[in-house]
């Protein structure tokens, strides 16, 4: 049912029950209306979810664009930030460079790397080690997970989006949710968010 079209972004396919052609969709809601990437809104009775591949060529064009999915999305429901923020990093991500070929020249100049701001260990419920900030409250760990902070100063734990395996666990007090490589526990209404330890 999901085949992957922009990286990391999945998508669904859906058909009007009168037949037509198959679109495709962010997300197929559980009920009520839905988007197809074309720019179509059908009606909650009047669609199905089908296994089949989209043979509608505006969906399919689209589907390589992840800022029209984004958009599909949005229109459809309310959706994260934290899922814009995904979106936008698979839009811009960049192939792994190339080995530099041989003729390319050395640069004459010296290249001036900025030292890297200082990050405090912990900032409220996060404790930093090996996040990278992406600014706004966002941290991004090594294995993908974005993490949002929010509230004064941004301390308080608000959102986690991982497309990957997630493991929650109930704890005596509280509950451990297991990420990627991230670890958020609440023990007692304690949170804290870091990078899980191996
Ligand atoms: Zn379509």
Known sequence: MSRTSAPGI???SVRR???????LTPRVPKSGPVTTLCGQILDSSTYVEVEEAADCANCIRRSRDASRISSAFFEQEEGSELLRLSLEQARFRKPAPRDT????????????VPPAPAVPDQVGELVTLGFKAA?????????????RMAGKGKEKFAELVF????????LDDGMR???GDVEVTNTAGDVQVRIKRS
């Open 101 to 112: 070929p041989a003729s390319a020249k050395p640069s004459a100049r010296p290249v001036v």
């Open 17 to 23: 029950k009168s037949g037509g052609r198959i679109h």
């Open 10 to 12: 999945r998508l669904e």
């Open 163 to 170: 497309d990957g395996a997630v493991v929650a666990t109930r």
């Open 177 to 179: 949710l297991r990420a």
């Open 135 to 147: 600014g706004n409250g966002v941290w991004r760990s090594p294995g993908g997970v974005v993490v």
